[in-house]
């Protein structure tokens, strides 16, 4: 099956629906209730599933069982339309948990279900995916064992960040120095050779990424006890997904240039993946001057 606009909206709005429906669904559990941020990605999914639904109806496939081009697996547009109606049928009743359990069905029988089939190898987006895969499996090979150490590494530290916890001021301050000094590093060890002066650039997003971070509007996410010097801290999933990030950025600039050595003299290239580093740094290092701040002494201390 080859790309074709109607599919290309349908595999859009599908891939959405798959992302945005776990938003939804958790925004609604636990004992912290995110009504505003439900509704907005409840509305969401359904537009997408909708869009999903509807535009399967033009897809057809000869290759596979079908009648006049429609396959089992399009039984499940009906489902979709069924299983909406019911599901705003209970809300309408004020049954909030059967509407909860019919969205978690529907995404799960639709999104889950259904997107396994679309991994089928004569189908596109299969065909895509294990196409990738196969090319992916020599770099993945020839990967050294260091980097997945330090991708254990930091996944292990941004995991520690997840629950809440206390802290002392040095435990606050060494994650995200260290962060910056490997975000540099990451950057100069790339691109050391060109003409472009990264460096530069990686100075000025980690600045700007620091101080928007620092001065933005709230408060900072955790207190601290004066008398025992120790922070109290929310968990975040934040700096979990920044460490993440700075080691997707350096892994896959690493696989260009080890495919394309040329690249490190291309400032089209140099310059977006240094300002990267230096953003996503930046952003790990304001959060902590957001919580650094909070140990300075109160302003009539300072003065007196």
């Known amino acids: 099956m080859q790309m074709s606009p109607v599919i290309a909206v349908h595999m859009t709005a599908a891939l959405l629906a798959v992302v945005t429906g776990p938003v939804a669904l958790w925004a609604r559990r636990g004992r912290t209730q995110r009504p505003r941020l439900h509704r907005a990605f409840g509305h969401a999914w359904v537009t ?10 033009f897809i057809r496939n000869p290759s596979l069982p079908n009648i006049a081009g429609y396959t089992p697996i399009h039984l499940l547009v009906p489902v979709v339309f069924a299983m909406l109606a019911v599901s705003f049928r209970h809300l309408a009743r004020g049954n909030i948990a059967g509407h909860r359990r019919t969205m978690q069905i529907l995404y799960f029988s639709a999104c889950v279900v259904a997107g396994a089939f679309t991994l089928l190898p004569n189908r596109y987006l299969g065909q895509q995916v294990w196409g990738f895969a196969s090319g992916l499996l020599p770099i993945v090979r020839n990967t050294p064992s260091w980097a997945w150490l330090l991708l254990a590494g930091l996944v292990s530290a941004g995991l520690t960040q997840v629950r809440e916890r206390s802290a002392s001021l040095v435990r606050v301050s060494v994650l995200p120095i260290a962060l910056v000094l490997f975000s540099l590093f990451s950057a100069v060890s790339a691109f050391g050779r060109s003409p472009a002066m990264p460096e530069a650039l990686w100075l000025w997003a980690m600045s700007a990424a620091a101080i928007t971070a620092l001065i933005a509007p709230g408060q900072a996410s955790g207190q601290f006890d004066v008398a025992s010097r120790t922070y109290r801290l929310p968990g975040s999933w934040l700096p979990l997904a920044l460490m993440v990030g700075i080691f997707l950025v350096r892994y896959t600039v690493a696989v260009r240039l080890a495919l394309h050595p040329s690249l490190v003299m291309d400032a089209s290239f140099v310059l977006p993946v240094a300002s990267l580093y230096g953003a996503l740094s930046g952003i790990f290092l304001g959060r902590a ?15 007196a």
């Open 289 to 303: 001057a957001r919580l650094w701040r909070l140990a300075l002494p109160p302003q009539h201390a300072l003065a």
């Open 48 to 57: 997408l599933m909708l869009v999903t639904a509807l535009s399967a109806l």
